[in-house]
């Protein structure tokens, strides 16, 4: 006689269950994230109108690597 009852699913396993909820846990901060990151992107885009850069000052390459530097040594100060 062979026994009527089988083994349960893999889907009905606990670790089954708790792969797909650490899985669904994942793809929901991932969502979120993007979703902050757009909104974060729409609002600075949105402020950045109203200082324009003319175009000389865009022309204007920087020796030193891209960083701009503090001429102090051309001021003399009376002290």
């Known amino acids: ?20 909820a650490l899985s669904s846990l994942i793809l929901i901060l991932l969502v979120v994230f993007a979703l ?3 909104g974060q992107s729409k609002k600075y885009k949105n402020c950045s109108g109203g200082k ?7 022309s204007v390459t920087l020796d030193n690597g891209g960083f701009t530097a503090l ?4 001021r003399h ?3």
Not at 3 to 13: G, K, M, N, R, V
Not at 52 to 58: A, Y
């Open 52 to 58: 324009t850069i003319s175009n000389v000052e865009e």
């Open 36 to 38: 902050v990151l757009h």
């Open 1 to 20: 006689a062979l026994s009527a009852q089988t083994e349960a699913p893999f889907y009905e396993e606990w670790w089954f269950l708790l792969v797909m």
């Open 71 to 74: 001429e102090l040594n051309s």
């Open 77 to 79: 100060l009376n002290i």
